[in-house]
RNA sequence: GUGGGUAUAGCGUAGCUGGUUAACGCGUCAGUUUGUGGCACUGAAGACCGUCGGUUCGAAUCCGACUAUCCACCCCA
């Protein structure tokens, strides 16, 4: 029968990968925990219409990165991203009339339709927040700080956080105007892609990678000389809070986010150790998009953390969150009574917090001496027919090799012996 | 959606100027005299050489298509 495969640009993880995403998870959880956020956990499909309206319907996300589904009479699409199904759920569940400013995160999985390559799945994870209810600076460098603490406190190097101000839409219409006007004398000189962006979306013309472009770019005006006062003010005063915070930060007039929904702050921190994909962190302001789903008019910002990357980057720099397995106790047994009794003892064990395990594999002492070392054992525990007769138990610590022969009680597999095998472990 | 690279046991690789039982390391399992791990030694299991088709007396090896995977563009986390 042929095996099958796992869907392209998904992955499997693995009894050896899970314990550094765990730990990564916690430490996630315990960091927004301190910055006053709570987890909220959301669907993984939604109306297709949320993301259409929400992300943005002239989005390479919304225009051919999802993966749809139609059921009855409606369609529903995979969640490429969390703020749009976030913010659903913070209006449809009213939690905007409760405490401001609102702050939540979430762990998720995103799936995105897109050809695959380093540090770009298919099926992909986000840590993310979202904070709504406040228009001032303060809450982007609160938003900001957040995502450059976890970085920092993880060790993360060679990582920069970019920002730039994309204005609102009246000072950003405004500035595409200004921007077509620049390029539109060197119209035919352009690549295919930016006499596109041209007409579509102009503010993308700046970040071409292209060498014509970029050279014919290298003079366009930049957004931020064109801000109008509001925006204009508000980046000025994240920027001085980020200095007071002492989070350094480079300007980066070229960054303009992929989502429709962004307004004035937008920000990213970027690795240059994980390939092409560089981009470990983004987010930004979209005080635009509460109302645009139905909501009332309500400024909010967040970010998206990619887990993957994430991850990505910290092995690269040599960081690790593995645990090493725990077994604190292996108990082998020899022949058929020991063995029934070793199940016993070991269940027991276990409800006594122990780390525990036995044979069930038949082995020969020596197998089994072997097994718990692979497996970490920090004691074994011999059991044979001499103990059996003599009550006794040899424990072994398999750091020092030293062994010790302990005495046990009449009740050999009963709760009392275990609770004296854990003591007797305590003290070693 | 576009371009390029790669595809051989669980993992990492060799073999690829076509020639019979496809090799090595790691890992797994068993054993090295009667009841004690790490080292060493011995042995075993494990591969339709990505798939389909073509060239040929003969294909892991050459050619094509497909699929998967990787890197980059694009886009984004």
Known sequence: MEQLKRPNGTADLLPSDTGRWQKLEGFLRETAGRFGFQEIRIPTFEQTELFSRGVGETTDVVQKEMYTVSAGNSSYTLRPEGTAGTIRAILQNGLLNEALPLRVYYILSCFRHERVQKGRLREFHQFGVEMAGSSSAAADAEVISLAGQ??????VRNTELHI???????CRKHYQQ????FFLPHREQLCET?????????LRLLDCKVEGCKEIGKDAPLIIDYLCEDCGSHFEKLKSTLDRLGIAFTVDPRIVRGLDYYTKTVFEFVTTDIGAQGTVCGGGRYDGLIEQLGGNPTPALGFGMGLERLLMTLETQGITLDEPRRCD????PMGEAAGELAMELTAALRKEGIAAQTDVMGR????QMKYADKIGARFTLVIGDNELEQKCADLKNMLSGEKITIQLD?????????IE??????KE
């Open 329 to 332: 106790l292996y108990f082998a």
């Open 421 to 426: 095998i854990a003591d007797r472990l305590a």
């Open 364 to 367: 020969s002492l020596r197998a």
């Open 178 to 181: 200004v921007l077509r006007d």
């Open 410 to 418: 009449d009740s050999f597999a009963e709760r009392f012996s275990a």
């Open 164 to 170: 730039n101000s994309i204005g609102c839409p009246v």
């Open 194 to 202: 930016c006499q596109e962006r041209l007409e579509k979306n102009p």
């Open 150 to 155: 976890i970085l920092g406190q993880l060790g």
